[in-house]
């Protein structure tokens, strides 16, 4: 069965700090990795987008890497803002099936405080 | 604005009641993807359709149903509603299946009381 875990559940932080975001996966082979941001309320946002052969996606101050060997993939976020708080979820897409129904993970809640 | 449009935005109604979430792809997207999203829960995936033809289905009750018209637009009836199916429910559109240009909508609130 095809699994997306996201650690930590949930993170604070202060305003101006770094801070990493871990996704496993399962999913084998898969076509691509993405992580989206998500405010409460509304619907998640791309933030970078992987496929199997990519080691490193950049978009601002998020930085996505890839291990494939090792099936995770963590989100590295930097000089946090407030607005950065949100949900942070992981979604790999299968290389085949047919259908290339992802799967998501649970997500991880980042809030940043002042 | 992702170009995904879901409509309505908002929705109360009363269990046993039956209603209809409305989604427009983004312009050239022929696949759509329904999600629901019930509190402090993450995305479940619901169906697929491609083109007019449905090519998945995830965990979607009897209860509900969706289809995609010829124009690509799609709608998801849920019916004999529950004070369980209160929820967002995601739109989510791709140029076709595999892609990974996935675009999401911005979500219906269902609230059944």
């Known amino acids: 069965k095809n699994q997306v875990e996201q650690s930590p559940q949930s993170l604070i932080i202060l305003e101006g700090k770094n801070c990493t975001l871990q996704?496993?996966?399962?999913?084998?082979?898969?076509?691509?990795l993405r992580w989206y941001k998500q405010d409460t309320g509304r619907g998640p946002v791309s933030l970078t987008i992987?496929?199997?052969?990519?080691n490193t996606k950049s978009n601002g101050r998020y930085t996505a890497t890839l291990d494939a060997d090792t099936k995770q993939s963590s989100l590295h976020i930097t000089a946090s803002q407030l607005s950065d708080s949100a949900s942070y979820i992981c979604?790999?897409?299968?290389?085949?099936?047919?259908?290339?129904?992802?799967?998501f993970g649970r997500g991880t809640s980042l809030i940043v405080h002042p | 604005d992702s170009g995904v449009t879901q409509t309505p935005k908002h929705l109360i109604t009363a269990t046993g009641q039956r209603v209809t979430l409305r989604c427009s792809p983004r312009s050239g997207d022929l696949s759509v993807y329904w999600y629901q999203q019930s509190l402090d829960q993450g995305l479940q995936f619901l169906i697929q359709y491609y083109n007019g033809e449905e090519r998945a289905k995830g965990n979607i009750l009897e209860r509900f149903s969706a289809q995609q018209f010829p124009d690509l637009h799609s709608e998801l009836n849920l019916s004999s509603l529950e004070l369980g199916d209160s929820a967002l429910y995601f739109c989510?559109?791709?140029?076709?299946?595999?892609?990974?240009?996935?675009?999401f909508g911005s979500g219906t609130r269902l609230t059944v009381v």
């Open positions: 992987m496929t199997f052969s990519e």
């Open positions: 989510a559109s791709s140029v076709a299946p595999g892609n990974y240009g996935y675009t």
């Open positions: 979604v790999v897409s299968p290389l085949s099936g047919g259908s290339y129904i992802p799967t």
């Open positions: 996704c496993n996966y399962t999913v084998s082979p898969f076509s691509n």
